[in-house]
């Protein structure tokens, strides 16, 4: 069971950072309208979390024993996913974003999405963490 959470969960991290770089000028775009924030710091922001997407990523990939902390982030950085989300349906947005503008998802479902994520989280952060 372990080994299933920390594949699935590299899996999503890593599909998520790989579909932003691919279409990081329409991503950008989509959350400068989204948002109405300066371009800049919508890049910046979206370059931030490619990066601790793919961290995130490889190290679930690889099998490394992260320290306690590092379940911690993952799962404030998932919960926090889980607030904008819950955000974008009260705004009625029809694309969350999380997979870039490759992948359309509506909100609510990435809502299942994330708590599913929370869910693995703890199972590994219980069984792993000692």
């Excluded at 579909?19 to 991503?27: E, N, P, W």
């Excluded at 024993?65 to 009260?90: A, D, R």
Aim: net charge positive.
């Amino acid at each position: 069971m372990k080994k299933f959470c920390r594949i699935m969960l590299s899996g999503v991290f890593i599909l998520s950072a790989v579909l932003k770089v691919y279409d990081f000028s329409a991503t950008c775009d989509y959350f400068t309208k989204v948002f109405s924030w300066d371009s800049k710091i919508i890049i910046a922001g979206i370059s931030l979390v490619i990066i601790f997407e793919s961290l995130i990523g490889i190290i679930f990939a690889v099998s490394i024993s992260p320290p306690i902390y590092f379940y911690t982030f993952t799962g404030g950085l998932i919960f926090g996913f889980l607030l904008l989300s819950i955000f974008f349906i009260v705004k009625s947005v029809t694309n969350c974003g999380c997979f870039g503008t490759v992948i359309h998802i509506h909100p609510a479902l990435t809502v299942i999405k994330n708590v599913t994520l929370l869910v693995l989280i703890g199972y590994l952060f219980r069984y792993e963490s000692g």
